[in-house]
């Protein structure tokens, strides 16, 4: 069977992107979260932006009180106790791995790496921030949020960065020459 260019791209793209998100994976449980580190840092940063951004907004707000902050919330709610799979690592790496696997000229992935990644980071601690006021507002609401709703929302952004990739910075060639 022979297979078109754009299926033979098709099959590259996947085998890359499959393959690097398979190393990611092993790399992730056996060594980076067993390890602690880098989820500490990140859901340490994203608790502490997201503070500021609730005190920005006037609410009284509170941290857990050991040297991981896993905890954050607005006074009168008992909190959010924020897990490893919500801090967003996963969801850099998806992101990320995509844009290796998906062709396109390297000084661009140099640097949209790093701003989508950043750009995931703040989705997530306003993910962060808004479900602490739905904690206040209407806790039995929190569920759905947390679970549909804003994995919803983070999944489509992350389609938006990659469709942008796409569209504006990959060195797709086209698929018919002009007459």
């Not at 050991?66 to 790496?93: K, S």
């Not at 209407?138 to 999944?155: A, G, I, K, S």
Request: proline share 4%; aromatic share 16%.
């Amino acid at each position: 069977m022979k297979f078109e260019a754009r299926e033979k791209r098709l099959i590259r793209f996947l085998g890359i992107f499959i393959g690097l998100y398979a190393g990611w994976m092993m790399l992730y449980e056996w060594v980076i979260h067993p390890d602690g580190t880098l989820d500490t840092l990140v859901i340490n940063d994203s608790s502490l932006w997201s503070l500021w951004l609730l005190n920005t907004l006037g609410f009284e707000t509170f941290l857990g009180d050991n040297e991981t902050i896993r905890t954050i919330g607005i006074a009168g709610t008992h909190g959010l106790w924020i897990g490893d799979p919500c801090n967003g690592l996963t969801l850099f790496a998806l992101f990320s791995l995509f844009i290796v696997a998906y062709p396109g000229p390297w000084k661009h992935k140099a640097w949209y790496i790093p701003v989508g990644i950043t750009l995931i980071h703040i989705m997530n601690i306003i993910r962060i921030a808004s479900l602490c006021i739905i904690t206040l507002k209407r806790p039995e609401w929190l569920d759905f949020n947390h679970t549909y709703l804003f994995q919803t929302l983070m999944y489509g952004f992350i389609f938006l960065l990659w469709y942008v990739w796409i569209k504006k910075f990959s060195s797709k060639k086209p698929d018919v020459k002009p007459v």
